[in-house]
T-cell receptor, first 114, second 114 residues
């Protein structure tokens, strides 16, 4: 069965510092991977997705993620954190091309300090 | 274009009461989903629908029922609310399955069961 593990339920960085949010997956088939962001009191919105076209995926707001098959990872990064990046981030996996569902990780809350 | 909307935004119920949460989408999406979000547990799928008139169970379906009588609406019912159903409920929709399964989320309904 597919699963997603997000290491670290809370991550704190200073404004301008590198953001690194970790996501590891398990899958018996080629996965499709997603990162979603949830701002306070809002629903989730898509940051970026990996669909096997390129291993380095660029998303909105300066975020990017790299698919590493050998490490079964899809970590999210941003070179320079901004106060507005404070939110909860969810990694999700779609179990192959013909699946109806996404499997979500437990989320990582990002705090950005001035 | 309103996207995905949810009604109500907040609700407090007493144990044993019933209620229906309404989700509506104006994107002509085939797929619709109901999730619950609890601290430290990410999003868990309750029920979903792959088209008008069809529904299926997700990861945590017990205590909930759903209906999809119209393509644009997906209703989640609680027949006899329990304190364990205190949660934030999110509805989502997507155009199709698999790699195209980018899900669009509503703003959520915060439900408290006393």
């Amino acid at each position: 069965a597919q699963s997603v593990t997000q290491l670290g339920s809370h991550v704190s960085v200073s404004e301008g510092a590198l953001v690194l949010l970790r996501c590891n997956y398990s899958s018996s088939v080629p996965p499709y991977l997603f990162w979603y962001v949830q701002y306070p009191n809002q629903g989730l919105q898509l940051l970026l997705k990996y669909t096997s076209a390129a291993t380095l995926v660029k998303g909105i707001n300066g975020f990017e993620a790299e698919f590493k098959k050998s490490e079964t990872s899809f970590h999210l990064t941003k070179p320079s954190a901004h106060m507005s990046d404070a939110a909860e981030y969810f990694c999700a996996v779609s179990e192959g091309y013909n699946t109806d569902k996404l499997i979500f990780g437990t989320g990582t809350r990002l705090q950005v300090f001035p | 274009n309103a996207g995905v909307t949810q009604t109500p935004k907040f609700r407090v119920l007493k144990t044993g009461q019933s209620m229906t949460l309404l989700c509506a989408q104006d994107m002509n999406h085939e797929y619709m989903y109901w999730y619950r979000q609890d601290p430290g547990m990410g999003l868990r799928l309750i029920h979903y629908s792959v088209g008008e008139g069809t529904t299926a169970k997700g990861e945590v379906p017990d205590g909930y029922n759903v209906s999809r009588l119209k393509k644009q609406n997906f209703l989640l019912g609680l027949e006899s609310a329990a304190p364990s159903q205190t949660s934030v409920y999110f509805c989502a929709s997507s155009y199709r399955r698999g790699v195209y399964n980018e899900q669009f989320f509503g703003p959520g309904t915060r439900l408290t069961v006393l």
